[in-house]
């Protein structure tokens, strides 16, 4: 049976492993020296901290390893009764990422931005409300012409008070 240990337990008995054996390299279940990553693993599943109670493994094995039936058993458990993320929500969803935060929002037909012209004449959608180019060159153009602007200005500004 896994032993339940406290969050702050978990990281510190990890901190551990890493500083007094280092940075895993290599998987000791399939024997892969080449995975672009390799995790540290407890083995009996108490976090004790005895290196014999440790072995580097790369991520995959890692997940094979930790994902026993009793493991299973308890996500499905604990997923019982959780509604849906977008239980409820209407329309169509937009700019949804990976962590299940939402960039965009909720599309209503309503909220849909209008596709703008950028000041070099394409037409574009954009991204956000702000957004005024189409790319990062027309923003950086546009930035410089600015800059350009204000120093003339300046260096008229300038040419009239020294005449005076």
Same mark, same amino acid.
């Given at each position: 049976?896994?032993?339940?240990?406290?969050?702050?337990?978990?990281?510190? #008995?990890?901190? /551990?492993?890493?500083?007094?054996?280092?940075?895993?390299?290599?998987?000791?279940?399939?024997?892969?020296?080449?995975?672009?990553?390799?995790? /540290?693993? @407890?083995?009996?599943?108490?976090?004790?901290?005895?290196?014999?109670?440790? /072995?580097?493994?790369? #991520?995959?094995?890692?997940?094979?390893? =930790?994902?026993? =039936?009793?493991?299973?058993?308890?996500?499905?458990?604990?997923?019982?009764? #959780?509604?849906?993320?977008?239980?409820?929500? *209407?329309?169509?969803?937009?700019?949804?990422?990976?962590?299940?935060?939402?960039?965009?929002? /909720? @599309?209503?037909? @309503?909220?849909?931005?209008?596709?703008?012209?950028?000041?070099?004449?394409?037409?574009?959608?954009?991204?956000? =409300?702000?957004? *005024?180019?189409?790319?990062?060159?027309?923003?950086?153009?546009?930035?410089?012409?600015?800059?350009?602007?204000?120093?003339?200005?300046?260096?008229?500004?300038?040419?009239?008070?020294?005449?005076?």
């Amino acid at each position: 049976m896994q032993t339940r240990i406290k969050g702050s337990e978990y990281v510190k #008995v990890h901190r /551990w492993i890493y500083e007094t054996a280092g940075k895993a390299c290599c998987c000791m279940l399939c024997g892969v020296k080449n995975a672009k990553q390799y995790q /540290w693993s @407890n083995k009996s599943r108490e976090y004790k901290y005895d290196l014999e109670d440790w /072995w580097q493994l790369c #991520v995959p094995c890692h997940k094979k390893y =930790d994902m026993t =039936d009793e493991t299973r058993k308890k996500m499905s458990l604990s997923r019982m009764g #959780v509604s849906p993320w977008n239980k409820g929500k *209407k329309g169509k969803q937009e700019n949804h990422n990976t962590n299940g935060l939402l960039r965009g929002g /909720w @599309n209503k037909g @309503n909220r849909m931005r209008q596709n703008r012209k950028c000041t070099c004449g394409n037409e574009f959608h954009p991204r956000l =409300d702000t957004s *005024k180019y189409c790319s990062i060159e027309c923003s950086v153009k546009a930035l410089h012409a600015r800059r350009k602007e204000i120093a003339t200005k300046a260096s008229h500004s300038r040419g009239k008070l020294s005449t005076n």
